[in-house]
């Protein structure tokens, strides 16, 4: 008898274990881990470079290019509003103001009212700013970043925006416009000294002898007008990069914005010249490869490649092989097709895609981690 009740006390605790409720506890769910911000941002622009301008130099120069060590590949449209082909100034406005605009416009709507600028926004939030340029510093590409002006041929008016804008470093062509003025006698040169600026020029020194000051802003003018052809004896861009870099991130610790521009492959494709387009592309492949050497190593830079349009509507025809480009033309202007667009280093993934070439403006920003723009 006493075992049986044993045996069915046994009996009971078994089925009571079986069926009391347990609860589960589910493991805490992982904090999403938050992706870095750039602390810079470097936007290289290759004028009028298309992808077979760099199918082409990739093929000629070894089969191999910088381009290879971008990590996110995308595609813009790069049309402007009021025409299917864009010209530079509506195809820079778009990554500096992120609005499309009429073709000749510089950082102003289709009504001619100014739009703020991502190197504008960069210094209202205490980034340093620069740009670089291989064309005249008043030039449609760099003008968009820094001035104001329903057209891109006023480039005095354009000089004058200079002064309203603190870029901190800036190197072009195009002093006459500064201080050899047709509109009026102003020596805009002198009043950006007067404002702390070190402002140098070919005609004084040669741009890799300069040791920059970093507490100073600074500006360098290589040319009275437009720089010459690589091939002519112009030689400054990996010089202004290096500074540039060096300059910006030692000026202020906050970070920075710097725009540069490979001018003259657009300038070979409206001469419909391969060899031009060509030898100018190549070396701004190796700038791209000084850029992301000093990228990687700070490990806080997003570095971002694009064209505002491709130029002379260039084919690698048959014929070519890997050092001998059989090139083919169909145009003297711009063409409408869509553009690659490289970027690696933090933010990079928003790169990816294809989108219109204002994207490129809100990708900027949002890769910052701006949120409201400033009044």
Not at 47 to 76: K, P, W
Not at 193 to 216: G, H
Not at 218 to 229: A, D, K, Q, V
Not at 329 to 357: C, L, Q, R, W
Request: with cysteine; proline share 3%; net charge negative.
């Amino acid at each position: 008898m006493f075992k049986s009740m044993i045996s069915l006390l046994c009996i009971f605790l078994m089925w009571a274990s079986c069926t009391t409720t347990q609860q589960v506890v589910a493991p805490a769910p992982m904090a999403m881990k938050k992706k870095p911000s750039p602390k810079n941002i470097i936007l290289l622009i290759g004028d009028g470079m298309g992808l077979t301008q760099i199918s082409a130099g990739t093929y000629a120069y070894g089969n191999t290019s910088h381009f290879e060590r971008m990590d996110v590949i995308g595609l813009h449209k790069s049309y402007a509003s009021d025409n299917l082909i864009t010209d530079s100034a509506a195809g820079a406005t778009a990554f500096a103001c992120g609005q499309k605009t009429y073709n000749g416009a510089i950082a102003v709507d289709q009504d001619t009212i100014p739009i703020g600028t991502i190197l504008e926004e960069a210094e209202m939030r205490g980034l340093s700013t620069g740009l670089v340029s291989t064309s005249s510093i008043t030039h449609a590409t760099p003008a968009s970043f820094i001035a104001h002006n329903k057209y891109r041929k006023n480039m005095e008016e354009i000089a004058e925006d200079f002064l309203d804008t603190e870029v901190d470093f800036f190197v072009g062509g195009g002093r006459k416009h500064f201080d050899s003025r047709e509109k009026d006698e102003r020596d805009l040169l002198a009043e950006l000294r007067s404002k702390d600026y070190v402002i140098s020029s070919y005609f004084e020194e040669e741009l890799e002898a300069i040791v920059i000051d970093p507490s100073k802003n600074f500006g360098y003018l290589t040319s009275s007008e437009e720089p010459l052809r690589l091939t002519e004896g112009r030689g400054y861009l990996k010089d202004a990069v290096k500074k540039s870099i060096s300059h910006l991130s030692h000026h202020d610790t906050s970070g920075f914005f710097l725009m540069i521009e490979g001018s003259q492959i657009d300038w070979g494709g409206h001469a419909n010249n391969l060899d031009w387009v060509l030898n100018e592309w190549k070396e701004y492949n190796e700038i791209i490869g000084d850029v992301l050497d000093w990228a990687e190593k700070d490990g806080e830079t997003l570095v971002v490649i694009t064209a505002d349009h491709e130029t002379g509507g260039l084919a690698i025809n048959p014929g070519s092989q890997m050092d001998s480009i059989v090139g083919a033309f169909t145009s003297t202007y711009h063409t409408g097709t869509m553009i690659p667009v490289f970027a690696k280093g933090p933010g990079a993934d928003k790169f990816n895609g294809i989108y219109e070439n204002t994207a490129i403006y809100d990708k900027m920003r949002a890769a910052y981690g701006w949120k409201t723009k400033p009044n």
